[in-house]
């Protein structure tokens, strides 16, 4: 058996016995979701280390591409935004991207942010897409991860599956996580920072 569909295999088994213990352990929901993705990422580095697209040719190259995407599609996105303001009351944004401030924002940031995305980057695009791209061409390889990744953040929502389709042809692009890993940080932060501090800005326009 391959290893990638062994650490699929164990990755999926830990999801389900933590979800089902998730309301004996008590605790915090972010807290909880950094112990589960500590563990995948244990399970999927010993398991697969050399096949998550964990390596690259390039390190610092593959995030400057990832820092180069982010800074042109936020671009973009802050463009339609502002150009949708014209016809939609508080822009399209406004009613697909809410978010309250979290209790603990350092925690918050960094589990959310910083290091789900990591997991998640190995999980779906290292393994599952590079899986499925075994057999299947690029487009349904993306097109499963896509719908698998939605999925598993609790309902299959517009933002997850745009967010998929991008972060996996970004990964079939370059053959690694990185680019795509630093998208995803990205558009994380994004996601959560712009409830916040977009009001505060038209406010200042």
Known sequence: MKRQLIAVILVCIIETAFRLSY????????????????????????????????????????????????????????????????????????????????????????????????????????LVQSLIRNYLPAFAAIATSTVFFASMHGNISPVQLAGGVMFGIIYEWRRNIWAAYVFHVCANFGIWLYPIVMPYLLTRI
């Open 23 to 126: 309301k004996h352990l008590g605790l915090d929901t972010i807290l909880f979701t950094l112990l589960v993705r500590v563990v995948q990422s244990v399970v999927i580095m010993s398991v697969a280390f050399n096949e998550c697209g964990i390596r690259a040719l390039s390190y610092k190259k593959e995030l400057l591409w990832g820092i180069l995407i982010s800074l042109c599609f936020g671009m973009i996105v802050l463009v339609l935004e502002m150009v949708s303001r014209l016809f939609i009351h508080g822009g399209f944004l406004s009613g697909i991207l809410k978010m309250t401030l979290p209790s603990n924002i350092l925690l918050f940031a960094f589990t959310g942010c910083i290091f789900a995305p990591f997991v998640e980057e190995l999980f779906f695009r290292g």
